[in-house]
């Protein structure tokens, strides 16, 4: 099998007019882990963003009808959101054309540029359906290739989740020390090499931390961690 990573880019500069809205309003969708388009033509679309309860709520007050409903659940210092909605056409012919080839999508889809709704999409499948897939999306959308290879199944997927920019805090923060017992490194050493502030270090440390324990520890594993827990007590 092959894999290729490449990038979407909406001509109007969004998806669907609801992410002008959820910009309006302060929030920043940073990623898509879930999407299903139902037999009724609506849609469930599962976002990690950052934002306040306060902005969404205020953002999907806006939604002129098409939201159906919505969930939020606090992760720290970013918060998943579950929305079920009619989605835009172009939403809609994106995954209906998905779905119409022997392929697979690898989430997250990461947005990296929300200003413009610009979104990473990693698909996965035999090297004829993924050419044919790329052809007939660029019908519809403008799509640039940023990455093709084998697909290796062996490989560790616990950094897929992770942005480029996270990936190089990460390696900093290993290479100086930042994990080493006693840390041999602190929030301002890892920012010097970074030329960024400490605070922001923290943060994205913060956010890194939390996707590798998700990716990590599935939910049968935590299942079976608390049915331990509970028989010790």
């Known amino acids: 099998m092959r894999y290729v990573t490449y990038a979407l880019t909406p001509e109007r500069?969004?998806?669907?007019?609801?992410?002008?809205?959820?910009?309006?309003?302060?929030?920043?969708?940073?990623?898509?882990?879930?999407?299903d388009?139902?037999?009724?033509?609506?849609?469930?679309?599962?976002?990690?963003?950052t934002a306040t309860r306060d902005q969404i709520d205020e953002s999907l007050a806006h939604a002129d009808g098409k939201v159906i409903d919505y969930q939020v659940a606090d992760a720290g210092d970013h918060v998943m959101l579950q929305v079920?909605?009619?989605?835009?056409?172009?939403?809609?012919?994106?995954?209906?054309?998905?779905?119409?080839?022997?392929?697979h999508l690898d989430f997250p889809l990461e947005f990296v540029d929300p200003s413009i709704s610009t979104l990473r999409v990693s698909v996965i499948g035999?090297?004829?359906?993924?050419?044919?897939?790329?052809?007939?999306?660029?019908?519809?959308?403008?799509?640039?290739?940023?990455?093709?290879?084998?697909?290796?199944p062996g490989t560790d997927r616990r950094f897929a989740g992770l942005t480029e920019r996270q990936r190089e805090v990460l390696l900093v923060a290993v290479e100086k020390g930042y994990y080493e017992s006693p840390r041999e490194a602190t929030y301002d050493d890892i920012a010097a090499d970074l030329d960024c502030s400490a605070s922001a270090v923290g943060k994205h440390l913060r956010r890194i931390e939390s996707e590798l324990v998700d990716a990590t520890v599935s939910d049968r594993a935590m299942g079976e961690f608390r049915d331990t827990v509970a028989e010790m007590q």
């Not at 009619?86 to 012919?93: C, H, T």
């Not at 035999?126 to 093709?148: S, Y």
């Open 84 to 103: 079920h909605y009619y989605p835009s056409d172009l939403i809609r012919n994106l995954i209906e054309l998905h779905d119409t080839y022997a392929t």
């Open 13 to 35: 500069g969004y998806f669907d007019p609801g992410e002008v809205i959820f910009r309006e309003c302060g929030v920043v969708l940073r990623s898509i882990r879930d999407l």
């Open 37 to 49: 388009l139902l037999t009724d033509g609506t849609a469930v679309m599962l976002y990690e963003a």
């Open 126 to 152: 035999a090297k004829d359906q993924l050419q044919e897939q790329i052809a007939a999306t660029r019908e519809k959308i403008d799509v640039t290739i940023e990455r093709i290879g084998d697909y290796d």
